[in-house]
């Protein structure tokens, strides 16, 4: 039997590796943004949100989509498939809505260190 021929692996490209170039990143606006929202909200004809409590969807590095989180529109970029980024969007928004206050007196009732018990002396 002939013995095999050693032959180094090529190194794999990023898109390979699970980093795509049209890397997907959901955030909060920032007022750097201003300027990319105002482009934004005139290709989708709507009127330009304030940066403050805004969610956007980036896809490599450009601004795809965004939503106010007082409850406004969604502005998306036409040109481009953002259907699925305004739903991503709309998900997130309910994840960072604050708990009822009966759900957050439930998670901070499990936080709460255990006192022992009382012992009853005779």
Same mark, same amino acid.
């Given at each position: 039997?002939?013995?095999? +021929?050693?032959?180094?692996?090529q190194?794999?490209?990023?898109r390979?590796?699970?980093y795509?170039? #049209?890397?997907l990143?959901?955030?909060?606006?920032?007022?750097?943004? +201003?300027?990319?929202l105002?482009? *934004?909200?005139?290709?989708?004809?709507?009127?330009? @949100?304030? @940066?403050v409590?805004v *969610?956007? +969807?980036e896809?490599?590095?450009?601004l795809r989509?965004?939503?106010? *989180?007082d409850?406004?529109?969604?502005i998306? #970029?036409?040109?481009?498939?953002? +259907?699925?980024?305004? $739903?991503?969007?709309? #998900?997130?928004?309910r994840?960072?809505q604050?708990p009822?206050p009966r759900?957050?007196?439930?998670?901070?009732?499990l *936080?709460?260190?255990l006192r022992?018990?009382?012992v009853?002396? $005779?």
């Open positions: 039997m002939k013995p095999m +021929a050693y032959i180094p692996r190194p794999r490209s990023p390979t590796l699970g795509p170039a #049209d890397a990143t959901i955030r909060m606006a920032e007022p750097a943004d +201003a300027a990319a105002s482009r *934004l909200a005139q290709l989708d004809s709507a009127p330009s @949100p304030e @940066p409590g *969610l956007v +969807a896809v490599g590095g450009e989509a965004a939503l106010p *989180l409850g406004g529109r969604a998306a #970029d036409p040109f481009q498939r953002t +259907a699925e980024l305004v $739903a991503m969007l709309r #998900d997130r928004a994840q960072l604050a009822g759900r957050a007196a439930w998670h901070w009732r *936080l709460r260190p022992p018990a009382a009853r002396r $005779a």
